[in-house]
């Protein structure tokens, strides 16, 4: 992915060096472009040392008349070199230039030479931003086909709270890898995808959960949303921010979990169960705080819905993929599940292992398909792992349709 990145002169101008890095660490190559406002905020050597690349600084400038000459063919041969064009910040002056299409110096020549895809992540005084004019000129952009992103709400540099504020710069840099993906092969697809652990509750401030980070399940809607899917992120409590383009359903213990699945299920064509549900819960938690005494405690515990279970007795033909979590006879357990809850695949992965599975960024899993395959994928980054479950997803539809 080709990204070039415009910088505006605000005082968010620093994170878009943060940016910078997070295109760079999706696999973006990306050519700066700074304006001559943002070179007060942040120098181009700091981009420059990020991205490997030469920065593009203002048309004119301070310019001998071969260097203005040089530079603004420039502009074209790197707007054809280009995929996705993103602004961050996209000042109230920047945005209204674009709107008109004003052409002054290399930045705004460039997005009138740009036909790709533009991403504009504005940021200002929220004064500023919900004045008319720059609504009108968001309304233009929007119109125009571009994404825009929403500022976020907060303290900002003048002083006031309020939106203005330039978004999470990973966030960002999600949205250009989601715009930029070059396969949309689950357009049309509703993809429903548990995520994370779940806590019961024994007290009003203790509960029981477990080691589950939600790191896969969020790959596996990255991924989807990538590939063009609508997503539903049903979500116990994780310490990841909710990934770009994706509905976020925030969920706390197993009977929440439930409840949010059966009601979106008749609207997804997939489901994937990565979540690690509690099996057992405490079902009439005490109102109060429980108090230590010496003498020996025990929990009453009651098991709670396989989600998974209830999902596979109305599932239809959508398909529904759980996963194993299992410390021994990995394929065995796999079959069994898939069979006692109606799967059309597992996942199953040893969670014993050290550096795959819980909390890691790494998985080493094997498919267990209905067909009868089972398919043992090389130990990949939990992002490449939720691209080929898609993958096997997609062909394994169509083997089923095939086969009724
Ligand atoms: N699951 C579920 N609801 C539960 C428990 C599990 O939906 N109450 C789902 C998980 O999301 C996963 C699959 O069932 O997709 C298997 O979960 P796992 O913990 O591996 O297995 P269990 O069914 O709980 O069986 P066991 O603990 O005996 O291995």
Redo the contacts with the bound molecule.
Sequence with gaps: MRVALGVGGGIAAYKAAELARALMERGASVQVILTAAAEEFIRPLTFAALTNRKVITDLFGNRSADEVLASSVEHIRVAQETDVLVVAPATADLLAKFAQGLAGDFLTTFYLAFKGRTVLAPAMNTNMWEHPATQANIDTLSKRGHTILTPDSGPLACGTVGPGRLPDPVLIAEAVALIAHPRKDLDGETVLI?AGPTQEAMDPVRFISNRSSGKMGYALAVAAARRGARVLLVSGPVNLSAPYGVELIQVRS?LQMRDAVMSHLPESTIII???????YYVSQPPQQKIKKTAARMGLELDP??????EAGRSKGDRLLI?????TQNLVA?GRR?MET?NCDMVVANLVSQEGIGFESDHNQVTLVMRTGETIALPKASKADVADQIFDHAMTLRLALHAEQ
Excluded: H, Q, R
Aim: hydrophobic residues 50%; negative net charge.
């Design positions: 548990t197993a169960k990565s979540a690690a549900v509690a099996d709670t819905p396989d989600i998974l279970a759980g996963f194993a979590a299992e357990e599940k809850k």
